[in-house]
């Protein structure tokens, strides 16, 4: 995707730190400078992330580093950057050498994960690949119609059940059609929310197993999508389906509109899961694949004289 659209899907997020930006790459003091800095990282909702790199400043400045103006935000990128290279990602492209690849996806309702395979669809096809979809939403007859449209403007097939199928049948019969018809790929749409949590996750795990009767290892990713702008909540969320399902990494959505965009910085440090995706916008090409360097550029980088974002 091109560095304008994720500068402008960062917008918010970045005029909310370019202030305090500003101060840094300035002659202040220790004190204004911890503050600007603060004002960052608590505005981009890094999270508990915040308070372990100011004591890492203040410690740094108490040595007398750090004290050129213009260090403190080669000091901040850097240190954001490794935050947000993370544990070791799952290699990209993701697919397996033979035979189809299992890609779960799971989240709670909203947090946009049928909008997500309609991206995750258009990304594969646009390098050549075979799709196949099951849509395992049997909960809500909503959800099946959504993921079918996506389907039909892109012709790809989508396995679908009666209204109120076993989503695990449906897996299942998704899965034998997959390695059937020799596709590369099968993307596996979930419910997000059942009578009960207890329910949801006991589905989930039951779907995840079905697929790996059909097609060996499978499913070979499971991807949590989670709402950016639910911020520090999203962590919960990721929690909670980690213990039922083990997850691969994050596709975080709707960083257009969220002044939350740092968030993205600090879900892979607290779960120890890579952000795999970002989601941009609704449509299906507004999809990103994760580059922390990208990323933090579109973060950070003042405006540029004339630019429009
Ligand atoms: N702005 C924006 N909206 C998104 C994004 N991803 C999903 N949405 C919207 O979020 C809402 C819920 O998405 P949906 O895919 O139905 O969520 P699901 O319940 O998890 O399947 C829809 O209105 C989507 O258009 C994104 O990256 N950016
Ligand atoms: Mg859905």
Same mark, same amino acid.
């Given at each position: ?118 991206? #995750? ?36 097939? #989508? ?27 099968? #993307? ?122």
């Amino acid at each position: 995707m091109v560095f304008s659209k994720i500068r402008q899907g960062l917008s918010r997020t970045r005029n909310r730190i370019s202030h305090a930006l500003r101060l840094l790459a300035g002659d202040s003091t220790t004190e204004e400078t911890l503050e600007a800095l603060e004002e960052i990282l608590y505005a981009a909702d890094v999270g508990p992330l915040a308070t372990e790199l100011l004591e890492e400043v203040e410690s740094e400045l108490r040595r007398g580093n750090l004290a050129d103006p213009g260090d403190m935000p080669r000091w901040l990128r850097q240190r954001l950057l490794d935050v947000a290279q993370g544990p070791d990602g799952v290699p990209l492209p993701l697919l397996n050498a033979d035979g189809p690849t299992v890609v779960l996806v799971v989240g709670v309702n909203g947090s946009g994960k049928t909008t997500s395979i309609a991206k #995750l669809i258009h990304w594969l096809r646009q390098q050549n690949k075979s799709v196949l979809v099951a849509a395992c939403d049997t909960f809500r007859a909503a959800a099946v119609e959504q993921l079918a449209i996506w389907c039909d403007r892109v012709g790809v097939e #989508l396995i679908r059940g009666a209204q109120g199928a076993d989503p695990a049948s449906v897996a299942h019969d998704a899965a034998a059609a997959a390695k059937a018809r020799g596709v590369d790929v099968l #993307l596996v749409d979930t419910a997000g929310r059942l009578h009960t949590q207890k329910n949801l996750m006991a589905e989930l795990e039951k779907v995840s197993r079905v697929t790996g009767r059909q097609i060996e290892g499978a499913p070979h990713h499971t991807v949590l999508v989670l709402d950016a702008t639910t911020g520090q909540n999203a962590i919960q969320q990721a929690r909670r389906f980690g213990e039922s399902v083990p997850l691969s990494g994050v596709f975080l959505t709707k960083l257009d509109g969220t002044a939350k965009g740092g968030a993205t910085l600090s879900i892979g440090h607290q779960l120890g899961l890579p952000v795999l995706f970002i989601g941009l916008g609704e449509g299906p090409e507004d999809l990103d694949v994760f580059d922390p360097e990208t990323f933090l550029d579109a973060l950070l980088q003042p405006r540029a004289e004339g630019a429009e974002t």
